[in-house]
């Protein structure tokens, strides 16, 4: 990829999995932390947003902006929405991409496109570029139980370097609310980008006794 280390830019997906706070949240750290971001919304995940989180996006990149600035609480002017098939956003290049993506929250559907390289829509050609440059790909998979496929689908893409982070929020830091749950997830997702996060105590660190 043409970008250097130091590039503070990643691609972020969220695909129709339950567990859009997590998407929601990860985006907020992000932007927090000064990266642009590249947000794709698949069709399923809009449901899942307005099923479990209450936020009915409207159509069109520049409407589901402004709905998400009015959203979130941290600044948006690095935020960048991409439609599904915009083939000219750089996500879709592997001469432009972020070296960074993350699918979170990941459905199985979204997990098994991308373990057949489908690129039939924007995420599943940017995680396709994000494979196929070397980058680092981390997908938050959310299905209970997994079927056979879905562990081929998931082994097969670790076996390519990609990182398999189910969404398992541990209870070790005694969570009082929701949010301390999603927190957790984030934290450790953050932490394998190597993004400076203070949202959970590290084990040893800390601790609560
Ligand atoms: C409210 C809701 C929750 C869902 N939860 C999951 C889930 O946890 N895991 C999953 O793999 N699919 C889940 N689905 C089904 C996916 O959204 C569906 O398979 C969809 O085609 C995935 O497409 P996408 O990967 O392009 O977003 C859910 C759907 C809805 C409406």
Known sequence: MANSDTDKRITLAWSGASGAPYGLRLLECLLAADYEVYLLIS????????????????????????????????????????GKEDWFSPVASGSAAPKKMVVCPCSAGSLAAIAHGMSDNLAERAADVVLKERGQLLLVVRETPFSTLHLENMLKLSQMGVTIMPAAPGFYHQPKTIEDLVDFMVARILDHLGIEQVLVPRWGYDQRS
């Open 43 to 82: 069709s399923a995940a809009r449901v899942v947003l307005a099923t479990e989180h209450g936020l009915k996006l409207p159509s069109g990149p520049d409407a589901v902006k402004a709905a998400l600035v009015e959203h979130l609480n941290v600044p948006t002017d690095k935020l960048v929405v991409c």
